[in-house]
């Protein structure tokens, strides 16, 4: 598919708030999902967003959706050690092939430093 | 949430044999399942979409000889790499899908590093 875009890199220090931002190509996706995948292992789905939505909290991570720009974001409060990793961006594929497969942006390396 | 498990985790393999990677669905059953290929700091690729019971849907550019998928019940699909060469050394994922509800997700395998010597 297209590419999902995202930041490659986020460095911050542990206790602050961490933004990855994602811009996504398909606008009729009905639902747009962030993963976390820690080194050598596999996906692991950390939240999602119905289309229809424009925000949604799960404890320490708000999602943000503008459709009209087709911009999602994933803020995660009170950044810690353990939250280092590679968050994927993803968009539901409508392509009838494809099924309900994703469309996974490249990831955004998150560092958190003590 | 749902438990999906890959078989073997790591694989070391001589150039021109094949290979066969398995994924289970523990605790669901999945009548669709996916497979995806991801390269170092790269994104997930989609490769092929397994349906049980029948032939895998192979996105383009993914040569359905070589990538054999076979789904042959609600909790197992397989894919078997053959003649395996150096440039098809990867990290295999697989994904279970899975919806109730109206919401639809997919668990995720840990997935299975191929190197081909």
């Known amino acids: 598919g297209e590419d999902v875009e995202q930041s490659l890199f986020l460095s911050v220090r542990e206790g602050d708030s961490s933004v990855i931002n994602c811009t996504y190509t398909d606008s009729s996706s009905t639902y747009l999902y962030w993963y976390k995948q820690e080194p050598g292992a596999g996906l692991q789905l950390l939240t999602y967003i119905f289309s229809n939505m424009d925000m949604k909290q799960d404890q320490r991570l708000t999602v943000l959706l503008n459709k009209k720009d087709k911009h999602l974001s994933l803020r995660i409060a009170d950044t810690q050690t353990g939250d280092s990793a590679i968050y994927f961006c993803?968009?539901?594929?409508?392509?009838?092939?494809?099924?309900?497969?994703?469309?996974f942006g490249k990831g955004t390396s998150l560092l958190v430093t003590p | 949430g749902a438990v999906v498990s890959q078989h073997p985790s790591r694989v070391i393999c001589k150039s021109g044999t094949s290979v066969k990677i398995e994924c289970r669905s523990l605790?669901?059953?999945?009548?669709?399942m996916f497979w995806y290929r991801q390269f170092p700091k790269q994104s997930l690729m989609l490769m092929a979409t397994s349906n049980e019971g029948s032939k895998a849907t192979y996105e383009q550019g993914v040569e359905k000889d070589k990538f054999l998928i076979n789904h042959a019940s609600l909790t197992l699909s397989t894919l078997t790499v053959t003649s395996a060469h150096p440039e098809d050394s990867s990290f295999y994922i697989c994904?279970?899908?899975?919806?109730?509800?109206?919401?639809?997700?997919?668990?995720f395998g840990p997935g299975t590093r191929l190197t081909v010597l």
């Open positions: 994904s279970a899908f899975w919806t109730s509800g109206g919401i639809n997700e997919q668990f």
């Open positions: 605790d669901f059953q999945a009548t669709t």
């Open positions: 993803a968009e539901s594929l409508t392509n009838s092939n494809s099924g309900y497969a994703l469309n």
